[in-house]
């Protein structure tokens, strides 16, 4: 029974989740305060990108984490 | 990519007999390896060398090390070059200093402030390097030098003691150490504090090495399981569906490709100025 690879699925999985609510909530407010003030929409979208990719950046140490379970089990 | 010149039957055979244990082959494809892969028309293989029992073999992506290497001291040869027929730029130099002017305007001085020329080239050939790396590594045949442990882990190294030699540079030793700690701290948090921002000054270049390998491996393992797809369901059916998806996949791959290099770039300068200008 390889345990490593159920635990690297569920794992993922749940980073995913982490990561998909983070940039979701995100989104959701810099899309709002687009809609507040539009001439700021420019460094609004700078400030998001950035955020996401961050955020990201957090989900992908789940992410190696994963696969080096799955590659070594 | 996985192409195959044999029969598609015999493609789809050869893939189930190297499945081994269902995703080899995807790393197999991401990884390092001692010969350059042109899938239908054969491969070309590298020398090993030793080094006093250090592996400094030639591989892959010392090939393209070298590739990336070589086409940025040709674009800035080009570029200077062009400096010294007019001021103005045309062209190829234009679209260069577009991107540098950016670099300057928009990464480095806001975040450096005062005293940023000194450390404008190298946030310049760190961004030119990722960003090339990154673009070079989306065209099939071609492999992806960030996605080397190794290399984000010098890029990140080399921010670190950027950023270290700067502090030191600019507060002394002991000032820099000292400005560590925000001012106004109680005394009994000290330890903790002390603890927490040395291993801060670790963590901090970890995660931008980290991100820049896991973004860039995850892309093309992405786009790998999404063609292998095809093999793996052992059906035509599914081949639109699975290249649809890889393509938006690898459009995906080509913004992240951009951004992962202004990101790099942006962390690198915000630590170099926290380093530099240490008031809170």
Known sequence: ?73 | MFFSSDSSYAAVQDTVKHSGSGGDWILHHVMDGNYLDFPPLGKIYLPHLQLFGLDISITRHVVFLWIVAALLILTFIIVSKSYKKSLIPHGFTNLIETIVVFVRDEIVKPSIGHGYEKFLPYLLTAFFFILFSNLIGLIPWTATVTSNIAVTASLAGLTFFATQIGGIIHHGPIGYFKGLIPPGMPVALLPLIIVVEIFGLFTKPFALCIRLFANMTAGHVVILSLIGLIFIMKTYFIAPVSIGFALFIYLLELLVALIQAYIFTMLSSLFIGMAIHQDH
Do not use: H, N, Y
């Open chain 1, 1 to 73: 029974m390889d345990l490593g690879f159920l635990g690297a699925g569920i794992g993922a999985g749940i980073a995913v989740i982490g990561a998909g609510l983070g940039i979701g909530k995100l989104a959701s407010s810099a899309l709002e305060a687009m809609g507040r003030q539009p001439e700021a929409a420019g460094p609004i979208r700078t400030a998001m990108i950035i955020a996401a990719a961050l955020i990201e950046g957090v989900a992908f140490f789940a992410l190696v984490v994963c696969i080096l379970l799955a590659v070594k089990a």
